[in-house]
């Protein structure tokens, strides 16, 4: 595999083909990401402060702790010299009031550590919960063009992985860079106090350690990029062949599926190798230069106390200091490798977050403000979907009245169901405009236009929980009478009364303890309660049996009488009764008319009609 990667692999399903195949930028924006990540949380500022302030505080105690002890360690070595010349002893009462003094220094230390741990934690977790509540705010305000080309379990891994990683890493670079480098400084002043040629020494080694840093920073920023992209693609890969196991195992493409997941695998894999190594290398390179300080601190320390030049407490404390002293810049080291995870996740989420929106800026018109009565107008629709040149609809131009019953028909491609989706703005025009009596769509805000409209799609959608709360989705308000009158319209009741629970019954998240042909039916009773203005039936009787479907028509013809309805079909024998019949070919309307009119013209309509009736040769 070539180490060029790509932002999202490409896959199959519902990503589309060559939906995700841009190669990934090799320039990141961490100065433009980093601004952002202090916008979002610009209102726990005070917090932040406080979250700082506390744990450069406890850093601050914490270096005192070597300084007092130096006093102990000399108030021994002088009780031990007036031992030996018979001059006294050790003072014991004067080193319990010093391991007073330290034991109360590292006491507090520890409470600052605890209150800043506690502050910080609930800024993050809430941080992490605002972040989240965005990005599900901004998934229903993205155009669905947006997700055509976005595979799902890419989205799903931003909102999970990423903003984990996120939380993760802001909870421990932010204390731990504060703690850092105020123990940095408080060291390296405590240092100078007790021995400026010691100190001299080791702050040689600083410069070697950021080179370093910077150098493996360099390296590894491309490969933690990389690892959260690959992860996206893995998570999306993973949710698709869940979501479509049975047709997986219905084709034997499970081999397949398995290689694809392996190269994904293999590539997330591989780059978080590469990322953890050159990051992991960080502390002990460090450790080692860290090491060589320390022997160098040991020898002239020691010629220093032998010339009397420093006392042994003094080289105590020296010691510990240098120990320290090397873990804050092996912190620091360690926070810029939690800072490459972090800009990348960060990166990922802005960049979801920055995405175009629905523009409703030219809403000028509210619904409850116009008498909807359901006169459609098309003026000369075109249409193509974004990132495309294609056209799908070419030159659409239509006339509805208020209450018809209009069908759209035609093969397979035409843009039937681009048509419906235009007329609830779904997708915005490339040229042309859609009327409402007489206003066009986008005077509208839509989701006030779409109040007026009810929707039954080919592919059903129900949500984990009970079939009275399915049916009621259609109208949030509705009594438990208005959802039973609704199923009962659409031939529903019968049925769900024979269920385990009846109404009650909850459908699983699968919602595979209920048929194909009982879902389509639960969706129908949805759109009888919503009680639109503008019905909109997309291929809605097919999957269930004849039988049924008469049933359906019924209540179906009952609930459309006075009310404009779209019904795109398949099966022309459904709508003979329509007042009005688009023939859609190739993105345009071939023929239009009722049922009787257009099988005179013994046209398209007709040879479309009566192929469905044809006996094929045996």
């Known amino acids: 595999m070539s180490e060029k990667v790509k932002r999202h692999p490409p896959m ?55 300084k007092i002890l130096e006093k102990a360690t000399n108030e021994v070595a002088a009780g031990v010299f007036r031992m030996n010349s018979n001059s006294g002893g050790i003072n014991l009462a004067k080193i319990g009031q010093i391991l007073l003094i330290l034991l109360f220094v590292y006491l507090v230390s ?37 997700f055509h080309k976005q595979s799902q379990g890419d989205v799903l891994s931003r909102i ?21 480098l105020t123990t940095l400084v408080g060291i390296l002043t405590m240092m100078i106090i007790t021995s400026p040629l010691l100190t001299l020494i080791i702050v040689v080694t600083v410069p070697l350690s950021m080179l370093i840093v910077r150098n ?85 320390g020691a010629i220093l106390v032998s010339k009397s030049s420093m006392k042994i407490g003094g080289i105590q404390a020296m010691l510990q200091y240098v120990r320290h002293f090397n873990q804050p810049i092996n912190q620091l080291a360690n926070i810029s490798s939690q800072m490459q995870r972090m800009a990348a996740a960060a990166e990922r989420v802005f960049e979801f977050l920055d995405e175009k929106e629905e523009d409703d800026s030219k809403a000028t018109l509210k619904v409850s403000d116009v008498n909807i009565e359901g006169n459609i107008t098309f003026d000369h629709v075109k249409f193509g979907y974004e990132d495309t040149d294609k056209i799908v609809i ?59 409209f009810g929707m039954v799609l080919q592919d059903t959608w129900l949500y984990s929980d009970s079939i009275m709360n399915n049916i009621r989705y259609g109208k949030l308000d509705a009594t438990d009478e208005d959802v039973i009158k ?3 319209m659409a031939q529903v009741d019968h049925f769900v009364r024979t269920l385990p629970d009846g109404y009650n019954m909850e459908i699983n998240e699968e919602t595979t303890n ?81 049922h009787d009119e257009l099988m005179a013209l013994g046209g398209f309509y007709a040879n479309l009609y009566n192929s469905q009736f044809e006996h094929p040769v045996q």
Do not use: W
Request: net charge positive; hydrophobic share 45%.
């Open 160 to 180: 999970t992985n990423d903003v984990d990683t996120l939380e993760q890493a802001l909870t421990q670079s932010i204390t731990q860079f504060a703690t850092s």
């Open 110 to 146: 520890a409470a600052f550590n605890y209150l800043q741990s506690f502050l910080m934690a609930g800024v993050t977790t809430r941080l992490s919960f605002n972040l989240r509540n965005d990005i599900m705010q901004k998934i229903n305000r993205i155009p669905l063009g947006f």
């Open 12 to 66: 199959r399903g519902k990503g589309g083909p060559n939906a995700n195949d841009k190669p990934t930028e090799k320039a990141k924006d961490f100065k433009g990401t980093v601004k952002k990540l202090l916008k979002l949380m610009a209102p726990f500022k005070l917090r932040f402060i406080a979250v700082i302030v506390l744990a450069a505080g406890a850093s601050l105690f914490n270096v005192l702790g070597p």
């Open 216 to 300: 493996i920073v360099k390296l590894s920023q491309p490969h933690f990029r990389k690892q959260q992209n690959y992860l996206g693609a893995v998570n999306g890969h993973i949710e698709e062949m869940y979501g479509a196991h049975l047709v997986v195992k219905a084709f034997n493409g499970e081999k397949r599926s398995i290689e694809e997941f392996d190269e994904l695998n293999n590539n997330l894999a591989e780059n978080a190798r590469k990322a953890e190594f050159l990051s992991g290398l960080m502390m002990p390179l460090m450790g080692f230069i860290g090491n060589l300080g320390y022997v160098l601190v040991c020898v002239v």
């Open 394 to 452: 070419t030159d659409f131009s239509a006339k509805v009245k208020s209450g018809q019953k209009v069908a759209i028909v035609g093969p397979t491609g035409a843009g039937k169901t681009t048509m419906v989706k235009l007329l609830m703005r779904f997708h915005e025009l490339t040229d042309g405009a859609i009327y409402v009596d007489g206003h066009n769509l986008t005077e509208f805000d839509r989701h006030d236009l779409r109040s007026e």
């Open 514 to 594: 209920i048929s194909q042909g009982q879902k389509q039916l639960l969706t129908i009773a949805r759109a009888i309660l919503a009680d639109p203005k503008i019905l909109i039936l997309d291929e809605a009787t097919s999957s269930v049996d004849t039988r049924t479907e008469i049933l359906i028509q019924r209540a179906m013809d009952n609930l459309m009488m006075g009310r404009t309805s779209f019904i795109i079909a398949h099966r022309l024998s459904t709508i003979r009764n329509a007042d009005l019949i688009l023939c859609m070919n190739n993105g345009d309307i071939v023929e239009q008319g009722n």
């Open 486 to 488: 609704a199923a009962k």
